[in-house]
Each structure stands twice: as structure tokens, then as C-alpha cells.
């Protein structure tokens, strides 16, 4: 079944969820929901940009890739591919969908 795009928060962690509803990239714990917030908007400002994607190989040559703002900073990451095609196809996803998705409390953890 799929849905619309969107960054779930929980516990000051966030996901951006694919229209599939596969997660296609995660933040780190911040110390504030507010400072997710705001990482949400980087993410969202970064994300049509190419350049912020940095393609990376796991010690498991598993294929994944970090999201960075344009000042370096890590601000998101992806799930593992078992190969680079699959991982670009992820690149390719967040890049269209995380501009325009919305934000929402993961169901049952509301504020």
C-alpha cells in the first residue's frame, strides 16, 4: 500500500519513509525534538542537491550513503544495499521525495 512521503519523529530520532513505506534515511539522536526539527529541515533543503551525497561502502561491502548540509555536517543516513545500483536508487528517492514530505509524530508516540 502507498502513502505519501514523509519524516516520522521519534524520541528525537527521525525517518524519512518512502511512498512504499520503506525507510529510506534516518537521523541520529538529537538532545531536543526541536533540534530534529530543524535537522528535518536541513535534510529537507540539502536533499536536491547531489553533491550533499556521500556514497559509502560498509566493512561488509554493504552500499550505503550520508546526507551532509552544506557545511559538512552528517545529517542523515541511509539503509544498507547489497549493491551500488540499489544504493543510487535510494539516492534517487530521497532526492525526489524528501523536499515536499511531511512531518508527523511516529504513530503512538505523540508529544
Known sequence: MESNPKFQIYLNFYRLKSPKGDIVLT???????LECINK??????SASKSSRYERVISNNNEYYF?????????IGK?????TPRLREEGIETVLKIAP???I?????HEY
Open 66 to 74: 550520508i546526507l551532509r548540509s552544506a557545511n559538512g555536517e552528517r
Open 78 to 82: 541511509s539503509e544498507m544495499y547489497p
Open 104 to 108: 508527523e509524530e511516529f504513530p503512538g
Open 27 to 33: 537521523g541520529e539522536g538529537y538532545a531536543t525534538r
Open 40 to 45: 528535518i529541515e536541513h535534510v529537507k533543503s
Open 100 to 102: 515536499l514530505a511531511a
